[in-house]
């Protein structure tokens, strides 16, 4: 049994996304957002609808919600498709034996209490899938997100709420933007240092969201997983210390403003080596008086209010923007933009306050 996340890390070079959500982890985030679901048509689009805990919390929801429409889909490939609910079992849905295992979507309109014991849960949405409004087809594709088939389903949705494929998470957000969508999806926090999503964080266009991003999350994994960190129910589950949220709508505690209060010494906070900022080893050591950049733990990202600060650069073996005007000279040198004294430190986010006066800028 494995003790580390090592093995998830090859699992993942190795394109093993078959992560499943817990409920209760879907529940303590999306419970912040109740409004912004109002009316909506919510698409889960890399999920084993009837298998997956988003589509349990949004069917199970859908009405304290005010959905318009619940929209989840499968793909080809999904070890786990149709355990729980037989394609055979489905009135009016006529299939052949081979397609038994064929990627499908589920519609849901309409969520009432059918079997009168005065509570919503999966028997009722189950009745409904197999009777009356909702509906479950067969795709014609391989259920993939980037399908043409889930692509025209994407553009009638308001919100895509899911967890994709960690290894494709930079062509999945590419998509979201692309087709203008608003989301809450799982991630990486290594995808932070991703150019494409940093930029995006620097632009304010996407943020973490309520869940603290340093505590990790157990997920559910297929039983074909051999290496594993404990068994719930029966199910192996794996911990991954780096999983967090990203989103696009408003998180208010990204409207909060950090409170400082250390003061700053040149010994406290040397300069990094090869880029003229000062390193700041923590976010809650950032100093009250110092107006100039600083180059911060990613970890900032997760506490970053636009209103506070405002965001530069992002260093790493290069600086992303070379706003300092050092990066040819760090990549002819092949230097490490992020070393403090010879001393190389992790990917940093270089800020500056708001609230800086004329001259402070450090170019």
Known sequence: MANKNTDLRKANGSKNDEFYTQLSDIEKELR??????????????????YESNFFKYFALNFNALGLKKLITTCYAGSPIITEQLSL???????????????????????????????????????????????????????????SDECIEILKE??????????????????????????????????????????????????RTGYTNFNVGMYFFVPDSVEKFHKIVDGKKMVRVATSCWFTNLEVKRHKEKLILYKKYTEEEYPKFDNYDA??????????????????????????????QFKIIDGLHR??????????????????????????????????????????????
Do not use: W
Not at 175 to 199: P, V
């Open 318 to 363: 290069y600086a992303l923007y070379d706003v300092c005007g050092t990066n040819d000279y760090i990549q002819k040198n092949h230097l490490e933009a992020t070393d403090v004294n010879g001393k190389s430190m992790y990917f940093r986010v270089v800020i500056q306050r708001c609230d800086f006066e004329e001259g402070d800028t450090n170019g």
């Open 278 to 307: 000062i390193n700041v080893n923590r976010y809650i050591d950032i100093p009250v008086d110092y107006f100039k950049y600083m180059g911060v733990p990613i970890t900032f990202l997760d506490k970053y209010n636009p209103a």
């Open 88 to 146: 055979f079992d489905v009135k009016g849905l006529v299939i052949k034996e081979t397609e038994s295992k064929s990627p499908y979507k589920i519609e849901i309109t309409e969520v009432t209490d059918t079997n009168g014991d005065g509570a919503i849960d999966l028997t009722d949405v189950e009745y409904l899938i197999k009777n009356k409004n909702n509906t479950l087809t067969l795709l014609k594709g391989n259920g993939d997100f980037r």
């Open 157 to 206: 949705s308001d919100i895509v709420v899911t967890n994709p494929p960690f290894s494709l998470f930079r062509e999945y957000i590419d998509q979201l933007y692309t087709y203008d969508k608003k989301f809450i999806i799982m991630g990486n926090t290594n995808a932070l240092s991703y150019q494409e999503i940093f930029k995006l964080f620097k632009d304010d266009k996407i």
């Open 32 to 49: 912040n957002y109740k409004e912004d679901f109002k009316n909506k048509t919510v698409f889960c689009n890399c999920d084993d609808p």
